[in-house]
């Protein structure tokens, strides 16, 4: 059973002041987040695999940028453990358990982000 997701309200407000300029601004972000996410996640795990430190480092990096721009705090907080693992931890239980961690932050993060967003 998942804990539930919080979101930064000052993030929020700002999607929302963002939409009252350019009605649908924020669904778009959203939308471009929960497509891009995934991907994200998988280069984080291939990283991981292969102990390729950079690709991790990237693609975590840019995970957590992104997560932090929409307010999802959590999932911001999830990647950056992992975004600063020392290579040599990579397929330690630690890790292993850090990206399970993030598995299903990021899936509560992406239900959570459609429920504010009903128009998507």
């Known amino acids: 059973m998942s804990t539930p997701i919080t979101f930064d309200p000052d993030a929020l407000a700002l999607l929302r002041m963002l939409d009252e300029s350019e009605p649908g601004s924020s669904a778009r972000l ?3 987040f929960i497509a891009d996410a995934p991907a ?4 984080i795990e291939l990283g991981h695999e292969r102990r390729d430190s950079e690709e991790l480092n990237q693609a975590a990096h840019f995970l957590r940028s992104s997560a932090l721009a929409l307010g999802a705090t959590d999932l911001a907080g999830a990647t950056q453990r992992l975004e600063h693992l020392p290579p ?3 397929g330690s239980r630690e890790a292993d358990d850090l990206l399970a961690a993030l598995r299903v932050c990021l899936r509560d993060t992406l239900l959570g982000l459609l429920a504010l967003s009903p128009e998507l």
């Open 30 to 32: 959203i939308r471009l």
């Open 40 to 43: 994200l996640l998988s280069r």
């Open 88 to 90: 040599a931890q990579f």
